[in-house]
């Protein structure tokens, strides 16, 4: 067959052309209009494409289309639009004009096409994984002030906020602020950013005019998707210019900070927010298209007003409210502490302070013996509210632009750019502000019928960020050397407890019980810590005045380590490709894909161990993935294998197993393993950032060595119990210690899921998915913290002298002697967790969704390690909406409820109360405008609530939108 093909292609025609070049000259030319069949009303921005192809058309304003394509008759013509059932025509003849094409709107679900699940084409019913998908029409029906925080509503997706623009998506537990173990793509590009290690939300991705859809798989999928696909991927599609042609615009004007509190650090009023998007689109010709977005939005974002006690747990025995060591939540400056014990081993200090007493009239014995009399108590520095050194005023502007051309009907060449800029906030380790931050992609692709290859670039620049406790610390060094103010604090306190004991004994003869006795007594002992404080701060500088402001500046004039800013621009480069044998092999569906990255680390020191040129890590992957239906297609099974290498670790290979059985038409159950990685971060691996309570530091083996972790250090968890029972007067407190002298490096996290689902129709009108899933980690990574003491420690002698000079070492952590690692644990961790959700249409087209998700860590928590679940164990979502109440009219209403749970991270760990919102929105069309007006609002009974503790305290959006799009239908 084939050979006689070639010959009739070159047999010359009559007039001497060869059959080749007649056919290579021929064209397909079809013309028409589409149309709504059931009002007969011209649709918009239909897409009208070759079956097979990639060359297709969008309908103009008056629905009518033009479509040459180089191939002979007969072709299929694929004809879709969101919230219509598509259409196959086929064509036979060359030239087809004036068609007429009506489309049914889609009145039943579970029609949507994904591809994310296998990357491949496929119906939703069909994905052999859980899979969430959000379309045009629920992108722009959602209630919320944002499209993003609409995912929220999504099956198994819980969703934290650091900052009004800044979301965290996060699926099946150990949930984060800076969650590492999500990928987002949009359009295929990793948005991660390339020193923080997790996707920043929505900083650099499209507006809500030009994002097609969302698809999300909850849970493993390494082995498709490589490194990080570990609890989940997220896939943004932006829209094609050739398939959304036109000028769109949209406007949205809103308020918060609703009777917020300006006495605890919020606005004294509602402040306004503001976003802006322009969108323009067109085709040139059959070949090339191109679009231009620009968005821009404001706000005065959440404050964190969070002042409780991270060191509630040093068991201070007068007011608990009044703790010397007193480490606010959102209180910076006040980080790491000192145990002013340890003065009385200073004798300069011990000399300083007994000449004032001397002067004061007591003899020198009795003033040493005094200045000597220091209890053994941590103290840290009076902090300063978040709302004097974090900018709140968050901004985000946002270009992204694409340039398309189609070299033949079946290849698409395409060169995209996203860039994002602007002011959030985030919470890690530390409260770090991202001040004019910016990160920008570059992206070639080449897409054909079965084959893709990209490759881009992602380029950070940390701008002016900065570490918001940093500033805290350095205005109160402006005011006081650190040392100096504890110096005075530890005099102030001494003179204090000297002259109580004077007008209670009416003598200044020392007698150690009575001393004793007075610093046992709650009252006296608080009232002794505050009169110190009281008059060690007595000037120091306020916010507001110009020496605080002054103090501020010159904060933020340096870079890490000896200023508060950041001074990175890391990035990373990355090439895949992936080809389809659909077209070579027909007893079974044949994929094949690679990758390639690398890290270029370039934070000049401020956040890695890069200060000598910067850090680069290489790594690859490829796979190969095969699917077959049997049985009638009742049965489809997948299987997929894929390996990965990173350069400082050991290679990974992930397999992935699945099945689909067709029970009955409409209703399919889904098994499938599926296993995944994840490596240690690129902080995981070479951090080495001071945050002054701390240094983190990075899990390879020369970093622990540079700064000898393993040498007279213990863990800082029996170095707290050491602490307690030091001050609760314990003898044998000593032999609570337990040392750390092996240090082993970190390396990649492994896990295996199982996952079974049901996925049905009934009726055409309700449809079902439900799913459980058990998790099974291997080496999960986590972080501990060592802290090491000045001189050895002899715990077998417990009496050895040694032991008073450098035990007391142990009791105050700073960045010089307290290390933060990152380590895999050794035992198995379990998790497991369930998923039930529905959509149900009602007569009228009011639609009814609701959904319930359950998550369970098994393995009990370690309180060696920060072992961060950080999810709760019952959420629910429903909604209830109807887009066409009227031809005008339209309404959608949501509901979320999540019970209260514990969260553990390095920079504040507390209880999550349970949260309950309603958001709710009102759209009115106007046809004749091409304009929708959108009204509503986010938690919209103005429920003050926190989704993550350390976060920012969250309150009602009310707003209004206006929205211009050329094609509206």
């Known amino acids: 067959m084939l050979i006689a093909g070639l010959v009739t292609a070159e047999h010359s025609n009559a007039s001497g052309t060869s059959n080749s070049e007649v056919l290579s000259e021929q064209q397909i030319t079809i013309s028409g209009q589409v149309v709504d069949a059931s009002s007969g009303e011209a649709l918009a921005g239909v897409n009208v494409t070759v079956k097979g192809r990639v060359v297709g058309v969008a309908t103009d304003p008056d629905g009518e289309f033009t479509l040459r394509v180089n191939e002979n008759p007969p072709i299929t013509l694929v004809v879709s639009i969101v919230g219509y059932r598509t259409q196959e025509i086929e064509i036979n003849q060359e030239n087809v004009t004036d068609l007429r094409i009506e489309l049914e709107e889609q009145t039943f679900l579970g029609s949507d096409v994904v591809v994310s699940a296998s990357r491949v084409e496929e119906s939703i019913m069909e994905a052999p994984v859980s899979i969430e998908r959000m379309d045009v029409i629920a992108i722009n029906q959602t209630a919320s002030d944002n499209y993003y925080k609409g995912i929220a509503n999504l099956k198994g997706v819980d969703v934290t906020t650091s900052s009004i623009n800044f ?38 991705g499209p507006s809500e005019l030009d994002v097609e859809s969302l698809e999300f798989i909850p849970g493993a999928s390494s082995a498709l998707y490589g490194p990080n696909a570990f609890n989940g991927i997220l ?20 308020i918060n900070h609703i009777d917020s509190d300006g006495d605890i650090g919020e606005p004294n009023n509602p402040r306004h927010m503001f976003e802006s998007s322009i969108r323009w689109a067109d085709t040139v010709g059959d070949r090339f298209a191109y679009k231009l977005n620009f968005s821009y939005s404001q706000a005065d974002d959440w404050r964190g007003i969070n002042y409780s006690d991270k060191n509630s747990d040093l068991n201070f025995a007068g007011n608990p409210g009044q703790n010397p060591a007193l480490d606010g939540v959102h209180l910076y400056g006040d980080d790491g502490t000192f145990n002013i014990g340890l003065l009385s081993f200073n004798q300069d200090f011990v000399q300083a302070v007994s000449q004032g007493l001397v002067q004061a009239g007591f003899s020198q014995q009795d003033a040493v013996q005094f200045a000597q009399s220091l209890p053994s108590q941590p103290v840290a520095r009076t902090g300063y509210r978040e709302e004097y050194l974090v900018d709140h005023d968050a901004e985000n502007l946002k270009f992204n632009t694409s340039l398309h051309y189609r070299i033949s009907d079946n290849v698409e060449a395409s060169y995209a750019m996203n860039y994002g800029y602007g002011t959030s906030i985030y919470s890690g380790a530390q409260r770090y502000s991202l001040k004019d ?5 570059h992206k070639l692709q080449l897409d054909g019928d079965n084959f893709m290859v990209r490759a881009y670039g992602t380029f950070e620049d940390s701008g002016d960020s900065y570490i918001a406790d940093f500033v805290g610390f350095s205005v109160n060094d402006a005011y006081l050397g650190t040392q100096d103010w504890y110096a005075n604090y530890g005099g102030a306190f001494i003179q204090g407890l000297a002259q109580t004991y004077a007008v209670t004994q009416q003598n200044t003869s020392y007698d150690p019980a009575v001393v004793q006795a007075l610093l046992s007594d709650p009252n006296i002992l608080a009232s002794l810590h505050s009169s110190a404080r009281n008059a060690v701060d007595a000037n120091r500088f306020m916010p507001g005045t110009q020496q605080f402001e002054a103090a501020r500046d010159a904060a933020l004039e340096g870079t890490v380590p000896d200023g508060a800013r950041f001074d990175d621009k890391s990035r990373f480069l990355h090439a895949e490709g992936q080809y389809d044998f659909k077209n070579e092999i027909d007893f079974a569906d044949v994929q094949i894909g690679f990758s390639y990255r690398q890290y270029q680390l370039r934070s000049n020191g401020t956040i890695f161990d890069d200060g000598d040129g910067g850090v680069d890590i290489s790594e690859y992957g490829g796979y190969v993935q095969a699917a077959k239906s049997l049985f009638e297609d009742r049965l489809r099974l997948t299987g997929s294998l894929r390996y990965d290498k990173n350069e400082n670790f050991d290679g990974q290979f992930n397999p992935r197993i699945s099945s689909v059985i067709k029970v009955a038409d409409g209703h399919n159950v889904r098994a499938s393993f599926q296993t995944g990685f994840r490596n240690p971060t690129t902080q995981g691996q070479y951090i080495d950032l001071n945050v002054l309570t701390a240094r983190l530091l990075g899990g390879l083996p020369y970093l622990a060595d540079k700064y000898d972790v393993t040498n007279n250090a213990f863990t800082l968890e029996s170095v707290e119990r050491f602490t307690d029972g030091l001050l609760s007067g314990n003898p044998a407190a000593l032999l609570e210690l337990e040392p750390y002298t092996t240090f082993d490096p970190v390396k990649p996290e492994q896990i295996q899921s199982y996952e079974i689902g049901y996925k049905g129709l009934i009726g055409n009108r309700l449809l079902i998915d439900a799913a459980y899933y058990y998790n099974i980690y291997e080496d999960f990574i986590a972080q501990f913290r060592v802290r090491r003491a000045a001189g050895p420690i002899d715990l077998q002698n417990p009496t050895n002298p040694d032991n008073q000079i450098y035990a007391p070492s142990l009791l105050s952590g700073d960045a010089s002697n307290t290390f933060q690692l990152y380590t895999n644990v050794d035992e198995t961790v379990k998790s497991q967790g369930a998923v039930f959700g529905f959509d149900l249409n009602l007569p009228n087209s009011f639609l009814l969704t609701g959904n319930y998700n359950w998550n369970e860590l098994i393995t009990a928590r370690e309180d060696e390690f920060i072992f961060d679940y950080n999810t709760p164990e019952h959420k629910v979502n429903v909604s209830f909406g109807n887009r066409r109440l009227t031809e005008q009219l339209g309404f959608n209403l949501t509901w979320r409820w999540q019970e209260a749970f514990d969260w ?11 949260v309950s919102t309603f958001d709710a929105q009102v759209s009115y069309r106007i046809p004749d405008m091409k304009t929708v007006v959108k009204a509503g609002g986010s938690n919209i009974f103005n429920n003050r609530h926190f989704l993550n503790y350390g976060g920012p305290n969250l309150g009602a959006i009310y707003y209004i939108s206006l929205t211009f799009d050329q094609f509206l239908n």
């Open 437 to 441: 931050f910016s990160i920008q992609q």
């Open 167 to 204: 979301q965290i998506i996060n699926a099946r537990g150990f949930n984060s602020t800076g969650n590492t173990r999500m990928v987002q793509l949009t359009d295929g590009m990793d948005t991660q950013a390339p020193a923080l290690n997790f996707p920043i939300g929505n900083l650099n």
């Open 904 to 914: 553990t991270s390095s920079f504040a760990s507390g209880h999550v109360p349970d």
């Open 235 to 254: 896939l943004v599609n932006s829209k094609s210019p050739f398939r959304y042609p036109g000028l769109s615009v949209f406007v949205r004007n809103g």
